[in-house]
């Protein structure tokens, strides 16, 4: 089963910047979507932002314009300006894999990293 780790997270002050970083023990190869979730204390789980396969990108209207989403060969990024205390949270990683024609598409989820802006 493919593994997916998240780093990059920690504290920064209002108006600074982070990147964090997803990788899958299996390499990005076969990826169909990756996607970064967050999630506050008591809150849901809420989409940050979506890149497909085509380079389509998506993102929550609250990070437009100061998150940006991307990829190399075998990393998914989040670059993180301009942050807000709003922005504190558990971000996870997920990506949505398809290892072979015959194959659904599977996601695996990141244990998470603490994002913590302070005022």
């Known amino acids: 089963q493919a593994q997916v780790v998240e780093s990059g997270g920690g504290l920064v002050q209002a108006g600074g910047s982070l990147r964090l970083s997803c990788t899958n023990s299996?390499?990005?190869?076969?990826?169909?979507?990756a996607a970064w979730y967050r999630q506050a204390p008591g809150t849901e789980r809420d989409l940050v932002a979506r890149?497909?396969?085509?380079?389509t990108t998506n993102y929550a209207d609250s990070v437009k314009g100061r998150f940006a989403i991307s990829r190399d060969q075998r990393t998914v990024y989040l670059q993180m300006n301009s942050l807000k205390s709003e922005d504190t949270a558990v971000y996870y990683c997920?990506?949505?894999?398809?290892?072979?024609?015959?194959?659904?598409?599977?996601?695996?989820w990141g244990q998470g990293t603490q994002v913590t802006v302070s005022a």
């Open positions: 890149l497909a396969s085509d380079g």
């Open positions: 997920a990506l949505d894999v398809k290892p072979s024609i015959e194959a659904p598409i599977s996601r695996y």
């Open positions: 299996r390499g990005l190869r076969s990826l169909v979507t």
